[in-house]
């Protein structure tokens, strides 16, 4: 399609309709419903090789590096930066948008390969699909990493949940 215009040309074309694309992902992402980003649908579900979350600290050193990418503020201006509550109400919300940044990020890395669809096998579509790729698969890998460690609070905070409902039928119990 664009193989017949200048590489400044292709390149600019082609950046202005990756960030169509974006934006046009991102509406997208805060329209669907909540039931899109269901945590334990396939698409968001911890792989073996992942190891809970592991892969992403031990060989990623996602600790690192995560804390200085900024942050985009959900749905319902939902942040993500840190836990403010724990609450199993609360803890649900931020997996389920954990799940709807993951998803947008991902979207978005389609557009590399539409941009081989438009452009061929051509520089432009090399260096923007390098560009798009590098600039949201980091994203989404936080999304899962943080994901599996909100997973493993929840879990705990059910377990303590448990025990205090014990202790509460018990010391109950033992006052009647």
Not at 68 to 83: N, R
Request: aromatic content about 12%; overall charge positive; proline content about 2%.
């Amino acid at each position: 399609m664009l193989k017949g215009q200048s590489t400044l040309d292709a390149f600019l074309i082609n950046f202005i309709f990756g960030v169509i694309w974006h934006y046009a992902i991102l509406f997208i992402c805060i329209s669907l419903d909540d039931s899109v980003f269901y945590p334990d649908r396939r698409m968001y579900r911890c792989h073996k090789w992942e190891h809970g979350g592991k892969f992403y600290s031990d060989v990623l050193k996602i600790n690192r590096w995560k804390d200085t990418l900024p942050q985009h503020i959900g749905k319902d201006g939902f942040s993500k930066e840190h836990i403010e509550d724990v609450s199993i109400e609360y803890i649900d919300r931020f997996i389920l948008e954990t799940c709807r940044g993951e998803w947008n990020h991902k979207m978005n890395c389609v557009f590399a390969v539409v941009l081989f669809g438009i452009n061929g096998v051509t520089v432009v579509s090399v260096v923007l699909s390098v560009m798009t790729v590098a600039g949201n698969m980091p994203f989404a890998v936080i999304q899962r990493y943080n994901r599996f460690r909100l997973q493993k609070l929840r879990k705990t905070v059910l377990r303590k949940m448990e025990r205090e409902n014990k202790m509460l039928v018990c010391n109950e119990s033992v006052t009647e």
